[in-house]
């Protein structure tokens, strides 16, 4: 699975996915909070409201939620442009009620902040700075004109000029500090869900490439129907062309056939769930495999094996698992993009840990961004230089996130960082980006790790 396969959900699309239900629940509490709050503060604190008015405001709410509950079906999901009007009616009907109850002298002016925190984390930019520029003009509309806080003795609820506009200027900067938290949480949930995505996806891919056994043993299965018509056809014509020995030899043949594509795909499906090569391998193997699909895009790819310290050992055994050969293949794929005309692979063990180090002679990773390599989506940060250079490179992020995310599944631990700019020119490994995987060897050893499979020899394949 490459980078262009996979398209990151817009913002357009993720406010599609609201249905209508939810927001009339929500525009339901409202309004019975809003009927509190009017009742509340006329009979008990005896406060002199419109209430004529006041009922006005909230009643077009209620009809509202009552054609939309009796118009459309419960299921229904709300598009981007009928999500921003609701919520803008629902901004404008909560500002006219403050208007009529004393502006911004009236505490639940915060209530302000709800339709645009709403916007941040459902609608789509635009939408979002919609709302927000509508909240802050209302803000400012409701400092200035509104209705005074009457009291039973005609007294005037008021408060100090420096703190309504104390009021005003907090309004303003938690609408814009809100919407932009919200914003900037809500962008990286979704790139974070986007990219497990992807990473789901790739892994799922993986399996099916290296479950060789079981796809055999799936079409060993489904061959066993059609071949048994044949050999039961064949039977037939057998005994019926007994008087036609050319024929009958001809049927005989078809007959011995199918029996041996019958046996050697039952050979195949047990070889596919026994061989123990499909379930491990020395850990060049798994590497040079994981190689395999960009040895010919043009850029060397040269592999060094060799024990670090530790008492002579042989070549360690390791888990072919998907994880590991398709994030080591990201990783190489990554390396043979940016590289000039080579790269460098080299794998070291000890008798604690696996290590793999990936270098390649390109100009290494962005200085700027070596602090944020395995994030998603990186590609908003990409330089006009690597941009006109590779035109069709998305950027580095989904990819090493996706190698970094599986690697570190099997257990590994993940490092980037550039080559010396000291080295010399003799060595061009150490100036280009450098990548190193370290497993804790008993996560990956397949004779004595903590994952040890069966040691045998494998079933033979009868052909």
Not at 103 to 116: A, D, K, R, T
């Amino acid at each position: 699975m490459t980078q262009a396969t996979i398209t990151p959900l817009g913002d357009r699309t993720r406010a599609n996915w609201i249905r209508l239900r939810t927001m009339i629940v929500l525009r339901w509490v409202a309004i019975a909070g809003q009927l509190t709050a009017i009742t509340v503060a006329e009979r008990l604190f005896g406060l002199q409201l419109e209430l004529g008015l006041c009922y006005l405001a909230i009643g077009v709410s209620v009809v509202g939620n009552l054609v939309a509950i009796f118009v459309f079906p419960e299921n229904k999901r709300l598009s981007e442009r009928e999500n921003l009007s609701m919520v803008l009616f629902d901004l404008l009907q909560l500002s006219f009620l403050l208007f009529l109850t004393g502006g911004l002298h009236n505490p639940f002016c915060l209530l302000l902040l709800g339709p645009v925190t709403i916007s941040a984390t459902t609608l789509s930019l635009r939408s979002t700075v919609i709302l927000c520029t509508t909240a802050i003009v209302l803000v400012s509309l409701l400092s200035l004109y509104h209705l005074p806080l009457k009291t039973q003795t005609d007294g005037v609820l008021v408060i100090p000029g420096i703190f309504v506009f104390g009021h005003w200027v907090a309004l303003v900067i938690s609408i814009l500090f809100s919407t932009a938290y919200s914003r900037r949480v809500t962008t990286e949930i979704h790139s974070m869900s986007d990219a497990l995505v992807a990473t789901q996806m790739a892994l799922a891919r993986e399996q099916k490439l290296t479950d060789l056994g079981g796809v055999v043993a799936a079409a060993a299965h489904e061959l066993g129907t059609p071949l048994a018509t044949i050999k039961l056809v064949s039977a037939e014509l057998l005994d019926e062309l007994q008087d036609n020995p050319e024929l009958a030899e001809d049927a005989a043949l078809i007959r011995d056939q199918a029996d041996r594509c019958r046996d050697i795909l039952r050979d195949m499906g047990r070889a596919g769930k026994d061989d123990l090569h499909l379930r491990q391998a020395p850990l060049s193997a798994v590497i040079e495999e994981a190689a395999e699909p960009h040895k010919d895009r043009g850029k060397a790819i040269e592999f060094s094996f060799g024990k670090t310290a530790g008492p002579a050992q042989e070549q360690p055994s390791i888990l072919r698992k998907p994880e590991i050969i398709h994030g080591l293949r990201n990783l190489i794929q990554n390396a043979v993009d940016f590289a000039d005309s080579t790269v460098w692979v080299e794998a070291n063990w000890t008798d604690t840990q696996v290590s793999v180090r990936i270098f390649d002679d390109g100009r290494g990773f962005p200085p700027h961004l070596l602090g944020r390599i395995g994030d998603p989506l990186m590609r908003r940060r990409r330089s006009q230089q690597t941009s006109a250079e590779r035109p069709e490179y998305e950027g580095m992020g989904l990819g090493l996130f996706i190698a970094k995310t599986l690697l570190e599944r099997s257990g590994a631990e993940l490092s980037f960082a550039n080559g010396s700019d000291r080295a010399s020119r003799a060595d061009r490994r150490r100036l280009g980006a450098v990548v190193e995987v370290v497993w804790p060897r008993r996560k990956i050893d397949a004779v004595w790790g903590e994952t040890q499979i069966p040691q045998g020899e494998n079933m033979p394949i009868v052909v």
